[in-house]
């Protein structure tokens, strides 16, 4: 189990991942969509590093209550960024109609990797439920984001375009 275990821990993402060129690759039309989750996932990244460095909880094996299975610094915990990288691909991909039949496999993946982070000692459970919470306020972000460019930008831009038609916007 252990093995398995390790195997989650260190290679769970590039699954996930995978799941998402997999997804691009079968569902060309969904590509933007999918880039722009990948964009989103970096600043969850980003969030989640932030947070734990502010909140400084330290991780299992550095309080000597678990060995480090894996290799892994001492940085702090909470929240997990796996589990808050792996748990937002699997919201964004729920929440969009073309992509929702992959979600299921990216959902399992986030609480394998989760599982299998705490069994090697990297990991409370409540780093990776903390990584969930924080996964979903940036998908709540992430939907907001988009209703803003549905309704804001996107109509600006037409009305630029409108404006700027092949006799308009030239001297005379």
């Given at each position: 189990?252990?093995?398995?275990?390790?195997?989650?821990?260190?290679?769970?993402?590039?699954?996930?991942?995978?799941?998402?060129?997999?997804?691009?690759?079968?569902?060309?039309?969904?590509?933007?969509?999918?880039?722009?989750?990948?964009?989103?996932?970096?600043?969850?990244?980003?969030?989640?590093?932030?947070?734990?460095?502010?909140?400084?909880?330290?991780?299992?094996?550095?309080?000597?209550?678990?060995?480090?299975?894996?290799?892994?610094?001492?940085?702090?915990?909470?929240?997990?960024?796996?589990a808050t990288v792996m748990f937002f691909i699997a919201l964004a991909l729920a929440a969009h109609p073309g992509l929702r039949r992959w979600a299921p496999a990216a959902a399992l993946l986030a609480l394998a990797t989760g599982w299998a982070r705490v069994?090697?000692?990297?990991?409370?459970?409540?780093?990776?439920?903390?990584?969930?919470?924080?996964?979903?306020?940036?998908?709540?972000?992430?939907?907001?984001?988009?209703?803003?460019?549905?309704?804001?930008?996107?109509?600006?831009?037409?009305?630029?375009?409108?404006?700027?038609?092949?006799?308009?916007?030239?001297?005379?």
């Amino acid at each position: 189990l252990l093995s398995i275990a390790s195997a989650l821990a260190e290679g769970g993402a590039w699954l996930c991942a995978a799941l998402m060129g997999w997804a691009a690759w079968r569902q060309p039309r969904e590509r933007g969509y999918l880039l722009a989750a990948l964009a989103m996932a970096g600043v969850a990244s980003f969030l989640a590093h932030w947070l734990a460095d502010g909140i400084g909880l330290p991780r299992p094996f550095v309080l000597g209550l678990a060995p480090a299975h894996i290799a892994h610094g001492p940085s702090a915990a909470m929240p997990s960024t796996h589990a808050t990288v792996m748990f937002f691909i699997a919201l964004a991909l729920a929440a969009h109609p073309g992509l929702r039949r992959w979600a299921p496999a990216a959902a399992l993946l986030a609480l394998a990797t989760g599982w299998a982070r705490v069994y090697v000692g990297v990991h409370f459970p409540s780093d990776i439920a903390a990584g969930l919470v924080l996964a979903m306020a940036v998908q709540g972000l992430f939907m907001a984001l988009q209703w803003l460019a549905m309704r804001r930008v996107a109509p600006a831009f037409a009305r630029i375009q409108q404006g700027a038609g092949p006799t308009q916007g030239r001297a005379p």
